[in-house]
């Protein structure tokens, strides 16, 4: 089985938000690992695509904005044209709408399955299908089997989505769905049966509603791999340890076989099922689970990625056109290289803007008065997406592409209401991006390995540090598992400390408005107003408003003071040449990054 997953409409080599040609991302990257793995002989294999195919990155949003329903979409043709067996739905698949969604789908010529989610009488995907393929055994015979495909969304998608709009769209939690589905599979036939989840590895408790589910998904009987996506990290992963429900360098969850092929097309998910022919039937004997990375496309290339170029060319020359203009100026670098260790300039400007658009929205209506925050976080900060993964704009034109990468997604703007306790809870969610530190000690890893830097919001307008000495509050998941401990100190507002009952009105995207990440819920009648526009709609209004940006990063918040420690974490080496005191360059790493330390 091979899996492509979160590919972002990355059909090419090729990265828009830093208008350069990167090797290491990319479906084309792929191709050539594809067929080589489907010709091998005596081998059965399946491709299925794992969701969050379609938005993405400044060509997604191109193609969504000329779409014709009778034309087929760039990303569907080469999905047929590597010979795609199914895939399941993300949830930026319908970024576009729905309408723009059903268009895209109808012309694979591959199954779209899920089992969660149901659209009325109009059905965008089924809850599963059964194809039938063969086997060769070792006694020379060839036996058929029926091998049975379902997947699932994240339940929040409806929520966080706001172009499901008054539809009946219905997402249903994974779990009981599997428990559903999986015996009408076997009734169906099904011999094996393969789980597309769009869900990350998340908290083996099972609660209802899990965003990510797949260790209890993995539980359901007979469901005999999983196909896992949505939080973009690598499984197998060898640098996590096991525990007694995941062997993460083998890539297994409960004993079962499991596969997460990061993101971007940077890699494709491999699982071998070795399968034994009984009296009862095929049954699975063993399992290997790989990932492979992109290949470069140096030299001459094969006549399958030149197919591939040519379903979107046309597209690609048009979107870069587009994004290369400019829509303001910097008299002052804007980079995210230290995204989470100092305030960012990056995320500054992104939270100004929203803040300045939440107070128009508001300015005639009883929450007027109220003051308006802005919570942001960076999707460009390096980590497992890569060493280009970084914000770096020169002083000079600010281009169409650089707000597209300031906020890559589609997210509508969002005004909540939070007490001064709920931002508290809030940041130490986002605290959790962080270890504990010890003090007196020197060197210590500062970044929680398992937290991605797009979950470390800051709150723009507040004042306040975080205590690495405490225990964080919440872990990864969004669980809480020190509830009696508190990072976030000298929280202010204005110079004055802010009070559990103080009310202010946060500005923020639809994704964490509706408790996407695994954030501290907001009941819907708090969410005070949804733009019509999106998060980077409103970016660039402000930005051409403004014209020119001059103001430097403001010291918003910092961490405590811990004498005689200090921590390392790790960004690009173009990093050495922003660096302000506490931080300082220690090296480079072997993995092509460099080593940074932090004096506390």
Known sequence: ????????????????????????????????????????????????????????????????????????????????????????????????GLAFLRNTLAHAAFPIVSANLTCGDDRLAVPFCILDRSLACDDGTTRPIKIGITGFAPPQVAGWDDNFGNSDVRIDDIVAAAKDVVPKMKAAGADVIIALCHSGIGADT?????????????????????????????????????????????????GKPAVMATFCGKSLGVIDLDMTWGVDGWTVAGHNVYLKTAQSAA??????????????????????????????????????????????????????????SVKGILKETDHASLPVLAAKSSFRFGGRSGLGHYIDISPGPIALRDAAAIFPFSDTLCGVRRTGKQ???????SAAHY?????????????????????????????????????????????????????????????????????????????????????????????????????RDHLIAYLKNINTVNDPVHATWSFTPIPKTSAIFASA????????????????????????RIRF
Not at 36 to 52: K, Q
Not at 215 to 220: G, H, R, S, T, Y
Not at 323 to 351: C, G, K, W
Request: hydrophobic residues 35%; charged residues 20%.
């Open 435 to 535: 270890n504990q530190m010890r003090p007196g000690l020197v060197d210590q890893p500062l970044i929680n390995p398992q937290s991605a830097g797009y979950n470390c919001d800051t709150i723009y307008g507040l004042s306040y540090q975080i205590d690495l000495t405490e225990p964080a509050r919440f872990n990864t998941n969004g669980v809480e598992v020190n509830p009696d401990t508190a990072r976030i100190q000298r929280m202010s507002y204005q110079g004055k400390t802010v009070a559990d009952d103080d009310i202010f009105i946060v500005a923020t995207n639809s994704f964490r408005a509706k408790s996407g990440g695994g954030f501290p819920a907001i009941a819907p009648q708090d969410i005070i107003c949804t733009s019509p526009h999106t998060v």
């Open 299 to 356: 030299g001459t290339e094969t006549p399958l990625r030149q197919k591939l170029r040519q379903h979107v060319q046309a597209s690609h020359k048009a979107a870069l056109e587009k994004m290369r203009a400019p829509i303001a100026q910097t008299h002052v670098p804007i980079v995210s290289y230290f995204a989470t260790v100092q305030p960012d300039l990056s995320q500054q400007i992104l939270a100004r803007a929203m803040a300045h």
């Open 423 to 429: 931002l508290r809870l809030w940041l130490e969610r």
């Open 206 to 254: 099972y609660v209802p509603c899990m965003e990510n589910a797949a260790l209890p998904l993995a539980q359901v009987e007979d469901i005999d791999a999983l196909l896992l996506g949505h939080t973009h990290e690598a499984l197998p992963d060898p640098t996590r340890p096991a525990t007694a429900q995941a062997d993460y360098a083998a890539g297994s969850l409960h």
């Open 573 to 596: 080496p173009q990093a050495r040449h922003h660096l302000q005191d506490p931080l300082s360059h220690v090296g480079p790493r072997p993995d092509g990054f460099e080593t940074y």
């Open 1 to 96: 089985m091979l899996e492509t997953t979160d590919l972002h409409m990355q059909l090419l080599d090729y990265d828009y938000f830093s208008d350069q040609t990167d090797t290491s991302i990319g479906l084309i990257g792929l191709a050539d690992h594809i067929t080589a793995l489907r010709n091998e002989d005596g081998v059965t294999s399946l491709l299925c695509d794992n969701g969050d195919l379609l938005q993405g990155n400044p060509l997604a949003d191109h193609i969504a904005a000329h779409a014709r329903p009778d034309e087929i979409h760039p990303t569907i043709a080469a999905l047929n044209t590597l010979q795609y067996d199914a895939m399941t739905l993300g949830n930026h698949e319908f970024d576009y």
